[in-house]
């Protein structure tokens, strides 16, 4: 469905990506293609790989836990996967899932997909727009999305920066472990919130 020159029939990637989820999820993924486009036309990143990316992000959210199970089997991932769940799955094992539906070959788009919920200590610039679009695109509407909107505007890095550390101190709050490469990423770009100061 996606060719190697990243050419694809719009409607039908959207058709099929549509049917897979439930209709408020399908608009997200139209708000984070649309975050993901103004991002990539600021900062200099690939739109049509920002575009790809945004529209197959969240594609295998809605997925049945075993079929990540098997995934993970599959293709011999790092078996503390096990210990987490679709939070973490739908990206990180997600991707393995949309390579194999959508015929994806493209490295930095798969890569960009597998950290979109977890971030990297290091990431590339498509990394970022997606993981930041995730978080603004336009029908988000939580404390911080606004703070969050302003500084991606302002600086990539920051928006990382200051989004990981929402993410943190959400889950802390609640109890919920974190992800170890989500601290990665907070240890990564934390010296960016400084500059805020």
């Avoid at 190697?4 to 999820?25: G, N, S, Y």
């Avoid at 293609?33 to 739109?47: I, V």
């Avoid at 769940?85 to 997909?113: P, R, S």
Wanted: proline share 3%; glycine share 6%; charged share 25%.
């Amino acid at each position: 469905m996606i060719a190697a020159d990243l050419t694809f029939d719009r409607q039908a990637l959207l058709e099929k990506i549509r049917v897979a989820m439930k209709p408020a999820r399908f608009q997200h993924v139209l708000g984070v293609e649309q975050a993901a486009l103004a991002l990539a036309d600021q900062y200099g990143c690939d739109p049509k790989k920002a575009s790809l990316a945004a529209l197959l992000h969240d594609y295998a959210k809605e997925v049945e836990d075993q079929i990540f199970l098997d995934l993970i089997a599959k293709y011999d991932l790092d078996k503390d996967l096990l210990n987490w769940d679709n939070n973490i799955w739908h990206g990180v094992v997600g991707a393995y899932k949309i390579a194999e539906d959508f015929g994806l070959k493209d490295e930095e788009i798969f890569q960009a997909i597998q950290r979109h919920t977890i971030g990297a200590g290091q990431m590339t610039l498509l990394d970022k727009v997606l993981y930041v679009a995730d978080y603004i695109e336009p029908n988000r509407d939580f404390p911080g999305v606004d703070e969050a909107r302003r500084i991606a505007k302002e600086s990539l890095d920051k928006a990382v920066a200051y989004e990981t550390a929402q993410t943190i101190s959400y889950l802390a709050k609640k109890g919920i472990p974190i992800y170890p490469q989500t601290l990665e990423t907070y240890n990564g770009y934390v010296s960016w919130l400084k500059e805020q100061e």
